[in-house]
C-alpha cells in the first residue's frame, strides 16, 4: 500500500472513532451559535422572551438569564432563527420575586459573546467610586527668620503706575451630556434613554412589546438591570422597580442561594 493510501486510511479511521465516541468535530465546533445579552429566545416551546447576558458560574456552568415568566423549572430553551439546533439550554433555577430565570446552556452547542448584533456587555454595573486619595501630611512649620535691620528709605520720584489689560472671563463650559441607558429586545429592538430622576419618560417611545422581557439594559456598556415583565418603570433605568430587576440585585440573590448561577461573571 502506498503511504498516502495509508495516511487517508487512517484519517478515516480516526474520523469514524470520534464519530462513535460523540466528540465534537472541528465542523461541529465551528458551527456554534453566538449569543450574547439581548438575543431572541423561545422558552418552553412558544413563549417568546430576550436573553440578558451570558457567562459562567463559578463552577463553570454555561449560564444565561431571562425573566422568570419567560418559563419555570425545566423549560428547554430554543434560539429564534436557530430552531434546527434543537433545545440549547434549558431553566434550572428561578426566582418568582426579583423575576428572574437562571438558563444553563450546552457549550457544544452556544458560543457567548460581549457584542450581539452590536449591542456592547462588557462588564457588570454600576461602575465602582474611584477611591478618594488620600491627603497628603501637613508640612513641618518653619523655622522663623531672623528679622533684618530696615534700610534708611529713598524717595525716587513715583512712577505712573501702568494699568494692566483686564484679562477675558473664562468660556462657560459646555453642558454635560445626558448618560443613556440602552435596552435591546426582540421586541422593540434598540432603544435609548436619557437617564432621569423619576422613572422612563416613555412619551413618544415604544417602552415595550411581547418578547423584550429578559432584556438587558445598559449604561456605558456596562450590564446595569433587566427588563422583568411588560409593565412601565416606576423608577429609574438604574434602579429596581415595577418592570425592572438591577442586574446586581440577581447577582446577589444568587450568591446568596448558591447552585447554578452563583459566583456569575460574563464571557
Not at 207 to 218: A, E, F, L, M, R
Amino acid at each position: 500500500m502506498h503511504r498516502s493510501s495509508t495516511r487517508r486510511a487512517s484519517a478515516t479511521l480516526i474520523a469514524a472513532v470520534i464519530a462513535a465516541a460523540g466528540m465534537p468535530t472541528a465542523a461541529a465546533v465551528s458551527d456554534k451559535i453566538q449569543l450574547g445579552g439581548g438575543a431572541a429566545i423561545v422558552l418552553h416551546d412558544d413563549t417568546l422572551c430576550t436573553l440578558t447576558a451570558m457567562g459562567h458560574d463559578s463552577a463553570g456552568r454555561l449560564i444565561g438569564f431571562t425573566a422568570a415568566n419567560c418559563g419555570g423549572l425545566g423549560s428547554s430553551v430554543v434560539v429564534e432563527g436557530a430552531e434546527d439546533h434543537g433545545a440549547v439550554g434549558t431553566v434550572v433555577a428561578a426566582d418568582e420575586g426579583l423575576g428572574y430565570a437562571v438558563i444553563e446552556f450546552d457549550p457544544v452547542k452556544v458560543k457567548p459573546i460581549g457584542d450581539y448584533e452590536g449591542f456592547g456587555i462588557f462588564g457588570l454595573g454600576p461602575k465602582e467610586p474611584e477611591p478618594a486619595a488620600p491627603e497628603p501630611p501637613a508640612p513641618e512649620p518653619a523655622a522663623p527668620e531672623p528679622v533684618a535691620e530696615p534700610a534708611a528709605p529713598e524717595s525716587p520720584a513715583p512712577e505712573p503706575a501702568i494699568q494692566e489689560p483686564a484679562a477675558p472671563e473664562p468660556a462657560a463650559p459646555e453642558p454635560a451630556a445626558p448618560k443613556q441607558a440602552c435596552k435591546l429586545g426582540r421586541g422593540t429592538g434598540l432603544n435609548c434613554y436619557d437617564l432621569a430622576p423619576a422613572g422612563v419618560d416613555t412619551a413618544g417611545e415604544e417602552w415595550w412589546k411581547p418578547g423584550d422581557d429578559g432584556s438587558p439594559i445598559t449604561i456605558d456598556n456596562l450590564l446595569i438591570a433587566m427588563v422583568r415583565d411588560g409593565s412601565f418603570p416606576a423608577a429609574p433605568l438604574d434602579q429596581s422597580g415595577p418592570g425592572i430587576v438591577k442586574f446586581k440585585a440577581i447577582l446577589d440573590d444568587l450568591n446568596a442561594k448558591g447552585g447554578p448561577g452563583a459566583g456569575f461573571g460574563l464571557g
